[in-house]
Antibody, heavy 121, light 108 residues
């Protein structure tokens, strides 16, 4: 059974960089059939796609966040990571990592449990 | 960017009622639309894919329809366990996706 688990600081200061890692277990991140992505949800609000990465390292970002986002993959550790720079209180959210199919099953079929990141001094 | 307008933002209905949620895309997305259910404190769960296909294991009271720009999600007979927030999601240009604003469904 595939599992995804987010990890990283739960509290980040304004103007600093938010860093999260998603560890994939029970399957390989190097599959050619999937994208690996980050989605966030501010408290009491809706879902926002942040960006995705392919195992080869190709990245795709939400245009509204593109200037501040970097997603990377480490296939040797079966992990992918998110960095969001210059954070403000508006970046306070539950951050989910998820797997999405490319050809068949073009949806998020596995999600992490989500991790709350609060931006506050 | 493709925008998804979902309505209503919330609704209250009685057990057994038929519930309908709509989602409108800002441009033609064919049938590249999914519907998710999210319960408090949990990750979203896929219910409907490609606008009208029921995910395996999902009760048949859930259904979806539409293509192009206008889509509908229906619960034919609302059950207490259906209390959740529902989101549409377009995937016309993978892996870039956009979610609707969500519809919170409550029991009257």
């Amino acid at each position: 059974q595939l599992q995804l688990q987010e990890s990283g600081p739960g509290l980040v200061k304004p103007s600093e960089t938010l860093s999260l890692t998603c560890t994939v277990s029970g399957g390989s991140i190097s599959s050619s059939s999937y994208y690996w992505g980050w989605i966030r949800q501010p408290p009491g609000k809706g879902l926002e796609w942040i960006g995705s990465i392919y195992y080869s390292g190709s990245t795709y970002y939400n245009p509204s966040l593109k200037s501040r986002v970097t997603i990377s993959v480490d296939t040797s550790k079966n992990q992918f990571s998110l960095k969001l720079s210059s954070v403000t209180a508006a970046d306070t959210a539950v951050y989910y990592c998820a797997r999405r199919g490319i050809a068949a099953a073009r949806w998020e079929d596995y999600w992490g449990q989500g991790t709350l990141v609060t931006v506050s001094s | 960017d493709i925008q998804m307008t979902q309505s209503p933002s919330s609704l209250s209905a009685s057990v057994g009622d038929r519930v309908t949620i709509t989602c409108q895309a800002s441009q033609d997305i064919s049938n590249y639309l999914n519907w998710y259910q999210q319960k408090p404190g949990k990750a979203p769960k896929l219910l409907i894919y490609d606008a009208s296909n029921l995910e395996t294991g999902v009760p048949s009271r859930f259904s979806g329809s539409g293509s192009g720009t206008d889509f509908t999600f229906t619960i034919s007979s609302l059950q207490p366990e259906d209390i959740a927030t529902y989101y549409c999601q377009q995937y016309d240009n993978l892996p870039r996706v956009t979610f609707g604003g969500g519809t919170k469904v409550e029991i009257k």
